[in-house]
Every structure is written in C-alpha cells, then in structure tokens.
C-alpha cells in the first residue's frame, strides 16, 4: 500500500520567514495530495491540495509543489504569522482507495 | 452549512468495556472515514462507508467495526476496550471519491482506563 514520509516533524521559523515542510510518496499511481492543518482541540482542516496534472498551485501565502518524477510534493508558507502555528499534515490517495497521511509536522512561528 | 459532528467529544470507558461514536457528515456527502490519531502513529485509517457500504478498511483488529446509515450518517464501534485504544477518533466525510478532500469532525477523545 501506499506509504507517505514526512519530515521535518517539528520546526520553529520567526514571524515573517518562510517554512517549507517536504513529503514523499511510494505508490506513483497516488494523484491526489492534500495538506491539512491541525489547531489545537480541533480536527485537520484542508488548506489546500494538488492533483498529479498539476505542478505548483498557489493560494496566498500558501503553495505547493508536486514533483511526480521523484514522488515528492513539498508545502511552502511565506510571510509566517503566529496564527500558522499548528500541525501540518500531508496525505496521498488515488481515485477510491483510501487517503494516507504523513506522520504531521510541527509548525512553531515565533513572535 | 453545518459541518462534521462527532459525539460525545469525550469519553472515560474501563478495560474490557465497548463503546460506540457517533459521526453526522456533511448534508450531501456520502462517505465517511474514521481515523485513530495517537501522538506517535500519527492519523492511522479505521475504515470508509460509502453509501452504507464498507469501501476501504484499515489494518486494525476484529474489534473496530462501522456501519454506515441511509442517512449517512456513521458509527464506529470498539469492543473489549484496551489501554491502547485510548486516542483521538476522528470522523471525515467527503462528496464521494477520496480526491475530493475531506471535511474533518473535532472528534472524540476516548479514554481507556
């Protein structure tokens, strides 16, 4: 079945810079990956995902990239604020099966 | 629109026990996932309904179950209670196909004591 890596599993940025979270995919049949956010005392919320057509998709602050040659598609935030601050989960899933996710990434911006 | 709602939001059962949660989707969304979410395995795959069918299941043991109802509304059911089903159960439902995204519940804390 399908495995999904993510890492890193925690990292601190300050308010403004960047954060960039990676994952890779095994089963190059996958062509739906969406990334989730997790606020405390919440279930994950969808940010934002891409389907294998597509190579990069943008939606203000946030963006990702897919890159189907080597499996892995990366999240990127710019202009980090303190509301960003959660867990960031990607996933992979093809057609009905079931979607798999990657173990989170723990997002701290500091103020 | 209304969204996911999970219940009860938390639960204390002792060991050897059964439980049973409850998940109302979205209106118009007719599948249903479950997932276990401990802090060490991440978000694990329960199982998926799919027009009160069972479309896709998870590697847990005989004593998870689901059902799905014409409503589409969704439980899962855990039997003989251990220590280690203790973790956050979340329910996501979507329009159909797994492309779709999901819409995620809070979910429910069950502890096992």
């Known amino acids: 079945g399908e495995n999904v890596e993510q890492h890193p599993s925690t990292l601190s940025v300050q308010e403004g810079d960047s954060a960039v979270i990676k994952c890779t995919y095994s089963d190059s049949a996958s062509n739906y990956f969406p990334w989730y956010k997790q606020e405390l005392g919440k279930g994950p919320q969808l940010i934002i995902d891409?389907?294998?057509?597509?190579g990069e998709k943008k939606d203000q602050r946030i963006a990702v990239t897919l890159n189907k040659t080597a499996k892995h598609f990366s999240l990127h935030i710019t202009e980090t604020q303190p509301e960003d601050s959660a867990v960031y989960f990607c996933?992979?899933?093809?057609?009905?099966?079931?979607?798999?996710f990657g173990i989170g990434t723990k997002l701290q911006v500091i103020p | 629109k209304a969204g996911v709602t999970q219940t009860p939001r938390y639960l204390i059962k002792t060991r050897g026990q059964q439980v049973t949660l409850s998940c109302s989707p979205i209106s118009g969304h007719r599948s249903v996932s479950w997932y276990q979410q401990t802090p060490g395995q991440g978000l694990q795959f329960l199982f998926e309904?799919?027009?009160?069918?069972?479309?896709n299941k998870g590697n847990f043991p005989g004593r998870f179950s689901g059902r799905q109802f014409s409503n589409s509304r969704s439980e899962m059911n855990v039997s003989t209670l251990e220590l280690g089903d203790s973790a956050l159960y979340l329910c996501?439902?979507?329009?159909?196909?797994?492309?779709?995204?999901?819409?995620f519940g809070s979910g429910t804390r069950l502890t096992v004591v």
């Open positions: 996933a992979a899933s093809k057609g009905y099966q079931k979607v798999t």
């Open positions: 996501a439902s979507s329009l159909g196909g797994n492309s779709y995204g999901y819409t």
């Open positions: 891409i389907r294998s057509n597509v």
């Open positions: 309904y799919f027009s009160e069918t069972q479309r």
